[in-house]
């Protein structure tokens, strides 16, 4: 076959997965009963304006990946596995996870007990009063962890309380916190929650130095970066932890980091989190499930497995800006991890377009060439 031949199959080829734009047009449009000529290339290049919005549906599409779950391909539709799926399937939810129910009731009733009496009774010694709290947040994540049949292997040295530090790691669901936490009592900035993990953040986890915002907020950006200042100076306050991501991704990719954390004018020590989803996906997706039902998840899976890396402290570079030392830890730890990075801000998640907006978006695309068809 000739090349004029191959252009040709390939043309007819690319036009059975293009899309029908009259689809689009209202019924009884004139243009839908007329066969127009041809749409060349120079005529797509001057519709520039619908060019921009097929780039950013291109944007939008690669945007996506970085919040979706892969569920697992299925395995057991056969004769000879389906009936040991069944039988893992009655051992892990009749058996595994009433016994993880127990280990958690048990790990609450010794953390309350605790916290409570020492939380009211030592508030004259504050720093025995810190030490201790401290050291039952810790036991209570490791509890926590203990719940999913946790397999935590930590690399590099525990992180210690020191001064003018900050600890920065990517996020794939609020377990990253107490994974972290149940090695060392982090001080956390996390946006501030409903429910029950609210009452935890108002009450347990602030008596650690935890700091919470509400992104909907503009004037909580500034009492928080001044918090931050403030925290960052205490000697004996415990380590920051800071994941600049801002929102939950599914460990496969980073989004940017926000610069808030490099401009603190402090070491910054990155962690690298990387999930093996051999038993259960970790991340968790906020609005298609509440964290409860996160928890239940990894409670009703065989093991959650990951790996933690605390890596080499960093520093900013004389003449390199925030944002160039942002995207420098990003790339440390996307390298330890094996994640992909991707430009664009986490932030975007919450602010998609309505299938109103995207269908307006597509119709006005269709007329917009149309109109150019008859033009010609």
């Known amino acids: 076959m000739n090349r004029s031949g191959k252009l040709k199959l390939s043309s007819s080829e690319l036009d059975l997965d293009r899309p029908n734009i009259e689809d689009y047009l209202p019924s009884g449009s004139s243009v839908q009963h007329e066969r127009q000529g041809k749409l060349r290339l120079c005529d797509l290049l001057d519709i520039s304006p619908s060019l921009s919005e097929a780039a950013g549906a291109i944007v939008d599409d690669s945007f996506t990946r970085c919040f979706k779950s892969n569920p697992p391909e299925p395995w057991n539709w056969n004769v000879y596995l389906f009936p040991l799926w069944c039988c893992g399937l009655v051992i892990r939810y009749l058996i595994i996870f009433p016994i993880r129910i127990l280990v958690l009731t048990f790990g609450w009733i010794i953390f309350l007990s605790c916290f409570i009496p020492v939380h009211c009774l030592l508030k004259g010694n504050d720093d025995l ?114 994941f600049p991501e801002g929102t939950c991704v599914n460990n496969h990719y980073t989004v940017m980091f926000k610069k808030g954390a490099f401009e603190l004018g402090c070491t910054v020590c990155p962690v690298a989190i990387k999930y093996n989803k051999i038993f259960v996906d970790a991340f968790w997706n906020s609005r298609q499930q509440s964290f409860t039902t996160h928890l239940l998840q990894l409670m009703t899976s065989w093991a959650v497995v990951c790996d933690v890396w605390y890596l080499e402290p960093q520093n900013l570079k004389p003449g390199e800006t925030s944002i160039e030392f942002a995207e420098r830890v990003r790339d440390i730890i996307s390298h330890r991890a094996g994640l992909k990075k991707v430009p664009w801000d986490g932030y975007l998640k919450y602010s998609r377009p309505s299938p109103k907006h995207r269908e307006s978006k597509q119709q006005n695309f269709a007329q917009s060439v149309l109109r150019r068809l008859e033009e010609k």
């Open 129 to 242: 009063r810190k030490k201790i709290e401290r050291c039952l947040v810790e036991m209570m994540c490791s509890f926590f962890v203990a719940s999913w049949t946790g397999v935590v292997k930590y690399h590099g040295p525990r992180p210690s309380v020191r001064p003018k530090q900050v600890f920065v790691a990517n996020h794939t669901s609020m377990i990253d916190f107490i994974i972290l936490e149940q090695m060392t009592a982090f001080a956390v900035i996390m946006q501030k929650h409903p429910g029950w993990v609210g009452l935890l953040q108002s009450t347990i986890l602030e008596s650690v130095g935890c700091i919470w915002f509400n992104r909907t907020e503009a004037k909580d950006r500034e009492i928080v970066a001044r918090k931050l200042r403030e925290h960052v100076q205490g000697a004996n306050n415990n380590p920051l932890l800071i």
